[in-house]
Structure formats: structure tokens, C-alpha cells
């Protein structure tokens, strides 16, 4: 794996883009999984032959739930194609939305966070770095909001006290 870049080097529209690149797969993913749910669920093979025979009952709910997934996906969509509008945050107003930084732990292990409008959880790699995206709704978002370099800051996390500073925003 290549060595990462400093967050200097990093275009953040790009960034961006390959954050949504990411999302259009997830999506499409979740579009095939309702698809073939609906398709199971509709399927004349799965018709209830009695009251215990719930099949195609169940097929029904999953279907359902894919779909809700399809719905949050296109949300998430949404949400990033309007931070790609607005002008990204800098280093000098701290950690806000669409703000990428470094946190350090206790253990001085790093990890390179993007602070988004939704799809928390998401991982990409980009330029030899690992970015999670985290939102401003998840503990650690809410702990490093308006946070600056060097700024510490403390977090339950797991029912764990963890304790990180912020060592690089771009």
C-alpha cells in the first residue's frame, strides 16, 4: 500500500466524488437486493399453501425493508450532492461538515475521519488513506464539532471513555 499523502495533497472535491462513487454503489447494491426480494416475494411458487406456509409473507417484509434501504441511500445521495455545492469547510473554521482530519488516540494510533451529512460508517480508500465517514449525530461527530488542531477531546464510545486529539483538518 502506498504511503498516505499529507491532507495538504488532498482535493477534497475529489474526495467527494469518490465518497459518492461509493454511495452510487451501496445503492445500486440495495436497488438489486429489493428487486430480487420483490421478485421472491411476488413469485407465484411462493404462494401460501396454508396458514403455516409463510414464505412468501416473509419475502413481503424483506422486500419492504429493502426498499426502505433504497429510500436511506437516496437520501444519503442527496446529502452529498449538496455539500458538493457548498464550498467545503477549511481548516480554519475546525472540524465541520465536510471537514477531512486526523484524530490521534491514546495509543498515538491515527485514523483519518470525514466529517459528511449522512452515510456514517462508510470506509473508503483514498490516496493511500483510509477514510471513515462519520456524521455530526454519532458521539465522536458531536465530541470533534468546532474542534481545531490540537484540540482534545473525549468520547464514550462502547461504553469506553476514549480520548483523541485532532492533529491535522483539511
Known amino acids: 500500500m502506498l504511503s ?8 477534497k ?11 452510487k454503489q451501496v445503492h445500486q447494491g440495495a436497488v438489486d437486493a429489493a428487486s430480487r426480494a420483490h421478485d421472491t416475494a411476488t413469485a407465484q411458487e411462493n404462494e401460501a399453501e396454508n396458514k403455516y406456509d409463510t414464505l412468501g409473507l416473509e419475502a413481503a417484509y424483506l422486500a419492504h425493508g429493502q426498499s426502505q434501504r433504497v429510500a436511506e441511500c437516496e437520501v444519503d445521495l442527496l446529502a ?32 483519518t475521519l470525514f466529517l459528511g451529512p449522512a452515510a456514517g460508517g462508510l470506509k473508503i480508500s483514498y490516496m493511500g488513506r ?22 482534545e477531546v473525549d468520547v464514550m464510545l462502547a461504553g469506553q471513555k476514549k480520548y483523541y486529539q485532532v492533529i491535522d483538518i483539511c
Open 4 to 11: 498516505p499523502v499529507s491532507l495538504t495533497e488532498i482535493n
Open 130 to 151: 483510509d477514510v471513515l465517514v462519520i456524521t455530526p449525530s454519532a458521539p465522536l461527530g458531536k465530541a470533534v464539532l468546532g474542534c481545531l488542531v490540537g484540540d
Open 80 to 111: 452529498f450532492d449538496k455539500l458538493m455545492l457548498k464550498r467545503v469547510a477549511t481548516h480554519l473554521q475546525g472540524v465541520s461538515s465536510g471537514a477531512l482530519f486526523i484524530l490521534k488516540d491514546e495509543q498515538g494510533v491515527e485514523q
Open 13 to 23: 472535491q475529489d474526495l467527494l466524488k469518490q465518497i459518492v462513487h461509493a454511495l
